[in-house]
């Protein structure tokens, strides 16, 4: 099945700072990389995605690259804001659209204010 | 958007005994929903994945005997844990596939279940 790593495990920045968190995946069959964020105890929201017809996809201060050569996606967060800090995971669907999501080991950020 | 309730949010039980855990799509249908498992400050493993009308697959390592899954309607799955034991204890949380709307799969709040 797919394998998913994700890099880094802690990111700490300033307020305002950009984050990135960057994800590879196994299988060259894979699709679609949508992105979670997860509070606490909460159930992981979706915060964006990207299927593999497109390189990169934008929706205000958060954006996601993929380059299916290298088979590696990439969360990018602008200027960054307490409500941030959270467990991001990535993900890979190994089928056609959002069946069978496979995560990477999530990413934990903290916005320093 | 898209809501999947998860009922209960928690419950405690005795070794041995059995856990029900329903996942339900509220305003979709979901001919497939997800069964994952999250130890604390660990990743979503995925357990299986639940067909309307037909058996569940289920991933390497999940006994099937132990986590029964059911998925009897579009808006319904259903995961019983089997004769718990204390190793059972984790989060579960299930995820609905709007594949009309939207082909996303959307998260239930997760059931917190410990076994005493």
């Known amino acids: 099945g797919e394998n998913v790593e994700q890099h880094p495990s802690t990111l700490s920045v300033q307020e305002g700072d950009s984050a990135v968190i960057k994800c590879t995946y196994s299988?060259?069959?894979?699709?679609?990389f949508p992105w979670y964020k997860q509070e606490l105890g909460k159930r992981p929201q979706l915060i964006i995605d990207?299927?593999?017809?497109?390189g990169e996809k934008k929706d205000q201060r958060i954006a996601v690259t993929l380059n299916k050569t290298a088979k590696h996606f990439s969360l990018h967060i602008t200027e960054t804001q307490p409500e941030d800090s959270a467990v991001y995971f990535c993900?890979?669907?190994?089928?056609?659209?959002?069946?069978?999501?496979?995560f990477g080991t999530g990413t934990r950020l903290t916005v320093i204010p | 958007g898209a809501v999947v309730s998860q009922h209960p949010s928690w419950v405690i039980c005795k070794s041995g005994t059995s856990v029900k855990i329903e996942c339900r799509s509220l305003?979709?249908?979901?001919?497939?929903m997800f069964w994952y498992r999250q130890f604390p400050k660990q990743s979503l493993m995925l357990m299986a994945t639940?067909?309307?009308?037909?058996?569940?697959?289920?991933e390497q390592g999940v006994e099937k005997d132990k986590f029964l899954i059911n998925h009897a309607s579009l808006t319904l799955s259903t995961l019983t844990v089997t004769s718990a034991h204390p190793e059972d204890s984790s989060f579960y949380i299930c995820?609905?596939?709007?594949?009309?709307?939207?082909?996303?799969?959307?998260f239930g709040p997760g059931t917190r279940l410990t076994v005493l």
């Open positions: 995820s609905a596939f709007d594949w009309e709307v939207t082909d996303t799969q959307y």
């Open positions: 299988d060259s069959a894979s699709n679609y």
């Open positions: 990207i299927r593999s017809n497109v």
């Open positions: 993900a890979a669907s190994d089928q056609t659209g959002a069946n069978n999501l496979f």
């Open positions: 305003d979709f249908q979901a001919t497939t």
């Open positions: 639940s067909n309307e009308g037909s058996k569940a697959t289920y």
